[in-house]
């Protein structure tokens, strides 16, 4: 169980990292908003509570891997990846401009502790499936998570993967889906419908769990017990787009855009007065 | 030239043994088949390694993508399939997962060419080089036998990074002797009729057949020839190229392949020649924006003019 103190820090941690991913698309001034901020939770989740990893060493062998699938939230690995110390948050601003190590869609051999380039859809869990089973086949009992967007599930490689790894039982893997229900032309179910999806996982002989994607306590009940189950995990991590900021939350418009002048200023300033109500009872 | 009887081979068995030689010596190679085992001769390493082979099922786009994986986790993944498919099917996989990537995954894209025979043009990959060759990242070789293809997977394996192997179907004469040196940074003469030559035939995979067929009959009508076998198409060996016209004071390029002329090696070759501003006049000869179909190979080559005769003809017509 985790502890209230440790849900009230990571909700802290979450709320900073939404405000550097505010300021990376304000100074980039091109990028995807809702997705990262809807993400923003199981990332804080990952990085600060599930995985074991070393941000001193991010080639340490026995790290457990993620793999973000949907590459195009990246502003929002890149700020949790920045909070939890694999580089400088200074660093995060130069996020999608000449140079940056921060290219728009994550690249492998720009920044260290990026497990896998991608933007492209639907290849991240193959991925993720290959890593495993290298794993399995070198003994090495770290664990592989594999981020996936709803949209994804579109692509015909994803479902190629979904049945390979459900082939090999691999239980050192984890899917965790953002069942935020946007794409870009709109919502999901109105593009070309996903539901449901737990019975489609369940079918293809995954171990399904459904959890709210913001709730520090369901994501690490999930995500750190040991597989036990024979199959491989699929997490349905049910997330709010635009997470964080009301004038964001739930709109598809926000997909693809980066916020401007008031939205950012008015976003930044809901962020840090959530901020400032959750260190208050804590600290005081 | 060889004496001995002509010995006939696909030059996917040698792929096969080559997989099989070097995964002894690296423990670290690994292969992935689609559902092809047999054909693409993967069955000797399944059968040797069962460990280390992993059948994906008629999946090619995953098969890519979950190679960039275990490559990631420090294995040689080297995955086959029928080349229409590998790199056909699965292009972009290759390029972001494998290439962007940067990971040391080697694609033996198997059934190229019109050799592919009655299988038809659906099967007949007449486009992969221009795929892959376009791709940063990647290594492109073609052996044009057997013997070849096995010392170059060896290669491949010992000197990882993103590659592409092409391979043909039916069986072929063996041009080159296990006694020759191969390496990754040079192509290799097959035949010259003298020390000079006038004209130089560029050949790649298979096809060197008929492409050494038809140099030793231009040789007997009286015309210095030589025939280079691409094995190796990326990179290019530009300088060992440049070397042999200036020693064998060749006017007159042909190459010969069976893919598309457009974007394959008789684009390398104009390429080169307008990148370096060289006077040779280049003939190329391939298919020409057009699929296979089905018939015996010989037939198709006939239909193709690939043929030893028509490739005779069609080079004697460029020189005058």
Redesign the interface.
């Known amino acids: 169980m985790i502890s209230y103190d440790r849900v009230q820090e990571l909700k802290i941690i979450a709320a900073r990292v939404r405000e550097s991913i505010i300021e990376m698309l304000v100074s980039a001034g091109s990028g995807h908003t809702a997705g990262p901020l809807g993400f923003t939770d199981v990332l804080v989740a990952l990085y600060f509570q599930t995985m074991k990893h070393n941000p001193k060493n991010p080639s340490w062998e026995h790290r457990d891997r993620f793999l973000l699938s949907h590459g195009h939230i990246c502003p929002a690995l890149y700020a949790t990846m920045a909070h939890a110390g694999y580089f400088s948050k200074a660093e995060l601003l130069t996020l999608r401009s000449f140079g940056s190590r921060l290219q728009g869609h994550p690249h492998r051999e720009y920044l260290p502790g990026i497990e896998t380039s991608s933007g492209p859809l639907g290849c991240g869990i193959s991925q993720g499936v290959g890593m495993a089973l290298g794993l399995q086949l070198q003994k090495n009992p770290a664990r592989v998570f594999v981020g996936i967007s709803d949209g994804e599930l579109q692509e015909g490689n994803t479902w190629e993967a979904l049945m390979l790894a459900a082939h090999y039982k691999l239980t050192n893997f984890v899917i965790i889906l953002d069942r935020n229900h946007i794409q870009i032309d709109g919502f999901t179910e109105n593009i070309v419908g996903l539901d449901p999806v737990a019975d489609k996982m369940r079918a293809f002989n995954y171990e399904v769990a459904e959890v709210d994607g913001h709730n520090f306590e369901e994501l690490e009940k999930v995500l750190h017990q040991k597989n036990t189950s024979g199959r491989p995990l699929f997490v349905i991590a049910h997330t709010t787009p635009g997470k964080g900021v009301k004038a964001f939350e739930n709109k598809f418009e926000w997909h693809g855009k980066p916020p401007v002048d008031k939205e950012a200023y008015d976003a930044l300033a809901s962020l840090r007065s959530l901020e400032g109500a959750l260190v208050a009872p804590h600290h005081h | 030239m060889n004496e001995s009887p002509i010995k006939k081979e696909p030059s996917r068995h040698g792929f096969g043994r080559g997989l099989v030689e070097a995964a002894r010596i690296h423990h670290n190679v ?1 292969g992935l088949c689609a559902d092809l085992t047999e054909s693409t001769r993967m069955k000797e390493f399944k059968e040797e390694f069962p ?2 082979f ?1 059948e ?2 008629v ?1 090619e ?2 098969m ?12 040689i ?1 080297v995955i086959a399939s029928y080349a229409m498919f590998s790199p056909g099917r699965n292009w ?2 290759i390029r ?2 494998i290439c ?3 990971q040391p995954v080697i694609i033996a894209g198997h059934h190229t060419g019109l050799s592919v025979g009655s299988d038809g043009g659906s099967h007949q990959a007449l486009e992969d080089i221009a795929l892959m060759r376009v791709l940063p990242n990647m290594r492109v070789v073609s052996p044009c036998d057997s013997v070849e293809a096995t010392q170059l997977m060896k290669l491949l394996v010992q000197n990882p990074k993103p590659s592409y192997m092409r391979l043909a179907r039916s069986e072929t004469e063996i041009l080159t002797q296990q006694s020759d040196a191969v390496d990754l940074s040079s192509n290799t003469i097959l035949y010259q009729s003298s020390n000079t030559a006038e004209v130089v035939i560029i050949s790649t995979g298979v096809i060197g057949v008929e492409a050494r067929y038809a140099a030793q009959a231009l040789a007997q009508q009286g015309v210095s020839v030589a025939l280079l076998n691409a094995r190796i198409l990326k990179p290019f060996p530009v300088e060992q190229l440049r070397f042999l016209m200036e020693q064998f004071g060749v006017t007159t390029i042909v190459t010969v392949e069976e893919h598309q002329r457009n974007g394959g090696l008789g684009s390398i070759i104009a390429e080169l020649i307008a990148d370096n501003g060289w006077s040779q006049k280049l003939l190329r000869i391939g298919v020409d924006d057009q699929f296979g179909q089905s018939g015996t190979v010989e037939e198709l080559y006939k239909a193709y003019g690939l043929d030893r005769d028509s490739l005779t003809e069609k080079i004697k017509g460029f020189i005058g």
């Open positions: 690994v460990d280390r992993f994906v099922g999946a786009q995953n890519a993508a979950v190679a960039s994986g275990l490559a990631a986790s420090g294995f993944p972009e996989q972001t997962t962007y990537n940067n």
